[in-house]
């Protein structure tokens, strides 16, 4: 079925919005009404129609916004895409994986077409027709990693796996909340984690790390992760903290509804054919209070959840400033009914 793409800013006059079908399928996070960090992995298999399970790739409605802003923050600041020389097998695993998948997915928008090495590429949404030799570089108008992550939602990194453990060797990352690709590039695994309260002293990363390291081919796997975020801006990095940081301050009890997001990261994990490396897929949506609340469950479950955070989370998410305020918003909307089990609106 073919999508209607929006046309909307994710800066500027903040026009993004979620129609009535995008709120109804949004990954809420939330399976209960209260919330602690764990490993939380499961089988990254097809799931429900009308979910962002349903393929195992996703595109909606945004992406034609999505990309034209990932353009426009590259362009800002090319070092949000890198790739050490020694991942070229991986980046030609992770544009295969990813034609393969839109292809497979959403075959109104992108067709693609092999013949042996020779490979034509259709993306109809960006008005994209190529022909290129696989695995020849030179043949495409940048890195092949570069190349499809230009054409797909979401962060992608690639780990290598070494020495007992996953490296940060390759990245396009402009969509992050409040991590650097440019710090963390080279790092390992507790590296580049290493901010995280809590987690650690609990043995999440440690469980975690021994869990991707056996990671198998052709069986990905699939996790949550999630934090607030004022306005619907998709790039909240440490290198423009002076752009989204100020935000914070300017939340109102008349205002939460409209400013105040949740920004939800569907992460998957990959393992890729010929470089063994691991390519992971940090998917993120945003959705603001008031279309939240139009999903009854939801608006009971999410200030309960908020209630529960404890202080080093609330910190760490840097929710701080306009928890407590959002808390008083969703007072309207539950009722001190129970929620059903799981993440699924009733």
């Not at 998948?101 to 077409?113: K, N, S």
């Not at 607030?228 to 909240?236: A, E, G, H, K, V």
């Amino acid at each position: 079925m073919a999508i209607a793409f929006k046309q909307e800013t994710f800066r500027d006059d903040f026009s993004y919005r979620n129609s009535p079908g995008n709120i109804r399928r949004f990954p809420f996070p939330f399976d209960r009404d209260e919330y602690m960090y764990s490993v939380n992995m499961e089988p990254h298999v097809r799931g429900r129609a009308d979910t962002v399970y349903e393929n195992l790739i996703d595109v909606d409605e945004h992406y034609v916004a999505e990309m034209r802003d990932r353009a426009l923050v590259l362009k800002e600041d090319p070092l949000r895409y890198q790739a050490l020389p020694h991942m070229m097998s991986a980046q030609w695993d992770t544009l295969e994986l990813l034609m393969e998948e839109q292809a497979a997915g959403y075959p109104d928008h992108f067709t693609l077409i092999r013949s042996g090495d020779q490979w034509r590429w259709i993306n109809r949404p960006l008005g994209i027709d190529d022909s290129f030799t696989f695995g020849d570089a030179s043949t495409l108008p940048c890195e092949p990693f570069e190349y499809i992550t230009r054409q797909a939602q979401g962060d992608f990194c690639i780990v290598d796996q070494r020495d007992g453990n996953l490296w940060m060797d390759a990245g396009m990352v402009t969509t992050q909340a409040d991590w650097s690709l440019d710090f963390d590039i080279g790092m390992n695994f507790m590296e580049w984690h290493g901010p995280v309260p809590l987690a650690h002293q609990i043995g999440v990363f440690d469980r975690a790390l021994k869990f991707l390291l056996n990671l198998q081919q052709g069986k990905p796997t699939r996790r949550f992760n999630w934090t607030m975020t004022i306005n619907p801006r998709l790039d909240t990095s440490p290198e423009n903290y002076h752009k989204w940081g100020p935000d914070r301050t300017t939340v109102t009890p008349d205002n939460v509804g409209e400013k105040v997001h949740l920004r939800v990261e569907l992460q998957s994990l990959w393992r890729l054919p010929r470089s063994n490396a691991i390519l992971f897929v940090i998917r993120c949506y945003l959705m603001n209070m008031e279309e939240l609340a139009t999903v009854p469950k939801w608006a009971r479950r999410f200030p309960r959840v908020l209630k529960t955070l404890p202080p080093e989370l609330i910190d760490y998410k840097g929710l701080t400033r306009f928890r407590e305020t959002t808390i008083d918003w969703f007072s309207k909307y539950d009722d001190g009914a129970p929620t059903s089990p799981g993440i699924y609106p009733d």
